[in-house]
């Protein structure tokens, strides 16, 4: 498998990756918000694991979400 096939197929799942957890994480936010768990003007940490174990990979990307 060439190299680019190898990048043309990551950019496939992190893009579905990236639209589903926008999603999940807008969801979760407009919900602490609603109830009063946040209060709009924080700063919170976030992390993503992303795993295979056929490839034995495990990797966590922590970033932080500014309101």
Partial sequence: MK???IAAAV???V???SYSAQQEL????RSALADGR???HES???AVTVTS????LM?????????
């Fill in 3 to 5: 190299d680019e096939a």
């Fill in 11 to 13: 950019e496939r799942f």
């Fill in 15 to 17: 893009k579905k990756l």
């Fill in 26 to 29: 807008e969801r979760a936010l």
């Fill in 38 to 40: 946040l209060q709009g």
């Fill in 44 to 46: 919170l940490t976030a």
């Fill in 53 to 56: 174990e056929k490839v034995g």
């Fill in 59 to 67: 990797a966590t990307i922590y970033s932080t979400i500014d309101l």
